[in-house]
C-alpha cells in the first residue's frame, strides 16, 4: 500500500484510483480517494482458484496453467468469468459505495500480484468496471539502476511491491 500510495496515487493526488493485489489464496483490493485509502477488502478468492480451474478445464499441469494465464494463448475467458465473478461483483459493490459516499468517480484500477499480466482479468474488470485497468509496476517513477532486476523477473515487477513500500516507509518522516 505505500508504494501505491507513493506512486500512482501520489500522481492523481485528486483523483480516485483502486488496486487489486492477486494473492495465491485471497485477493485484496483498495480504493483510494484524494491521497487516502477510504476503503480496503481482502477475499478469499486468488491466484490459484483459476490456475485450478484451467487445468481442469483443459486437463493440464500447473506449469503449463500458469503460462496460458500469463501468455494468453488459449481463450479462457469462460473460466475468467466462472473464477472472477465473486471477486469482481465485490469490487463493482465496493466502487459504487465509495463513489456515493465520497461523491466521485474511480479513473482506474490497478493490478499487481500473479494474475496482473492476465488480458482475460485485465478486460473482466474492465468489463465489469467500465474503467481503464493498468498491470502496476512499483518501480514506475522510480530510479532503477538497468541491470538491477534479473531478466527472469522481468514483467514481474508487482513481486516487489511490499519491498519497494517498505523502504520508502523506512525513509518517511
Known sequence: MTAFMNGPVAEREKGTLGLIEFGETSSLFA????GSP???RKLDRGT??????????LGVDRATANGIISDGSFDISAATEDVMQPLVRQLVVSRDFVERRENCKVDAIYLAGGLAASHDIQNEISGAMGVDVKTWNPFAGLTVAADALPEELEGQEWRFAASAGACMATFEE
Open 38 to 40: 477510504v476503503l480496503i
Open 31 to 34: 480504493f483510494f480517494h484524494r
Open 48 to 57: 490459484n482458484a483459476l490456475l485450478d480451474k484451467v487445468e481442469a478445464t
